[in-house]
């Protein structure tokens, strides 16, 4: 489950006169990056990790807006703790995202519908909005809870890994650093499925090392750990250490 746009949505909750128009989370001071853009600043092409100069040419009216952390960790934290209560099998990756072992609540067939009902339920209860994505392992889920935003459910099974996964550019590819990328594409892989396919593991492994060159190649296969480990992020203090401006 991944918290849409979430510093941005919270900022918009906070100020309601922010909707509908481009903002973005960031200093204005110096060479500072753009944090979290809104969807509506991303359809000026406006990104994560944009240097400001640069988002404020592409959207001159650009809202730029300094980071009230402590309103994100307070959100964050009614919106994880409203979760965790409610199932035992629950990992807080992030600030605003989360696995969540669901294999003893729905069968796969009812997955949408059980899905539709608990992302309501959350914006009731908590005023945010997130995407919801779905595997049988916690890669899978985290690909496919980027495919469909705002307000997307996505189901990613294994056997629609080649059509779904595939095309998708390697950048896209969780686990992928910029350093990884550069050399990924020096090496002529471009897509995922290319990497998944690639018929030089060992070199892979030379190139980009061991633990990685597995670990991507893995993924990128459709396996992956399923394993959610419960006392990740256990505590507030562990949320407002996790800023990566």
């Known amino acids: 489950i991944d918290l849409n746009a979430f510093f941005a949505q919270v900022e918009e909750l906070c100020d309601p006169t922010l909707v509908g128009k481009p903002v973005a989370i ?4 110096g060479r500072s ?7 509506e ?3 000026y092409g406006i990104g994560s990790s944009m240097p400001i100069q640069t988002a404020r040419k592409l959207c001159p009216n650009l809202i730029l807006i300094n980071d009230h ?3 994100y960790a307070i959100y964050s934290e009614r919106f994880m703790s409203y979760l965790r209560k409610k199932y035992s099998l629950f990992e807080q990756a992030s600030i605003d995202e989360c ?8 069968e796969p067939i009812n997955a949408r519908d059980y899905l539709v ?3 309501i339920e ?3 209860v908590t005023n945010l909005k997130c995407s919801i994505g779905v595997g049988n392992n916690k890669f899978l889920a985290k690909m496919a809870s980027e495919m469909k935003k705002p307000l997307g459910i996505t189901i990613l099974r294994k056997r629609e890994i080649a059509e779904k996964l595939w095309p998708m550019p390697i950048k896209s590819m969780f686990g992928v650093g910029k350093k990884t990328l550069t050399t990924l594409l020096t090496m002529g892989i471009k897509t995922i499925g290319e990497l998944a396919n690639y018929d030089n593991v060992d070199l892979l492994k030379e190139i980009i090392g061991e633990t990685n ?4 190649y893995s993924h990128a296969n459709g396996i992956g750990s399923n394993e959610v480990d419960i006392n990740r992020f256990n505590d507030v203090s562990s949320i407002s250490n996790s800023q990566t401006f």
């Open 26 to 29: 960031g200093s204005s001071i």
């Open 33 to 39: 990056v753009v944090s979290t853009a809104n969807y």
């Open 41 to 43: 600043a991303r359809k």
């Open 69 to 71: 952390y402590k309103e």
């Open 99 to 106: 696995y969540i072992d669901m294999s003893e609540f729905f």
């Open 117 to 119: 009902d608990l992302q």
């Open 122 to 124: 959350l914006f009731k």
């Open 213 to 216: 060159a597995l670990s991507l």
